[in-house]
């Protein structure tokens, strides 16, 4: 198993044993709803490729899997409340029971905007599992079906999430020392 060191930089907020029991808790809930639906997942890429991996596997019944690449405009860390979809879905939603992937619920103004994406696309039903929440940033309400855990209001890397493109690769997650990185 590849070793990646965690730089001084970062410290664990959750480690990957921690992680393993809440995407296992996350995926009984899931399974309870849908053994029999077929669902569709839909991962908002890239921070929740980690998380959708896990979890998928632990999903013992028919699913399939989609990824949506959203961007929301604006300069630096701050969202400006407009998403764009900047590569969008192979599969067809309609009629389909969908269950959006997200690595963190910051704002909600992404989930709030792909939750009504996608509602216009008739899907059979639509629900939010999202790793992480960070309540205290809420701009839009969004209702998180199946929430990991609440963090605080710090900067988030690591299973899959990144400041500038790095620290994905860190397994476990964690709060960056010095805020202030781009999203
Ligand atoms: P929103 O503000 O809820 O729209 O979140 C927008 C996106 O920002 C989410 O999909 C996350 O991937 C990302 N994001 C929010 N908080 C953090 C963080 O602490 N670290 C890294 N990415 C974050
Ligand atoms: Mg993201």
Known sequence: MPIVMVTAKTHVILSRGEVAAIVGRLASAIARDYRDKNPLLIGILKGSFV??????????FPLEVDF?????????TETTG???????LR????????LVV?????????AAFLLEYLKKKRPASV?????LDKPSRRRTPVVID????????????????????EYRNL?????LEEDGGKK
Request: glycine fraction near 10%; include cysteine; charge should be negative.
């Open 146 to 165: 199946y929430l990991g855990a609440t963090v605080p209001d710090r900067f988030i890397v690591g299973y899959g999430i990144d400041c500038a493109e």
């Open 102 to 110: 997200e690595d963190i619920v910051d704002t909600g103004i992404t």
């Open 51 to 60: 998380f959708m991996a896990d979890l998928a596997r632990c999903l013992d």
């Open 171 to 175: 397994p476990d997650i964690c709060v």
């Open 127 to 131: 629900k939010l599992c999202a790793l």
């Open 68 to 76: 949506i690449r959203l961007s929301s405009y604006g300069a630096g």
């Open 82 to 88: 407009s998403v764009k979809v900047e590569q969008g």
């Open 91 to 98: 599969s067809k939603v309609r009629g389909r029971h969908v």
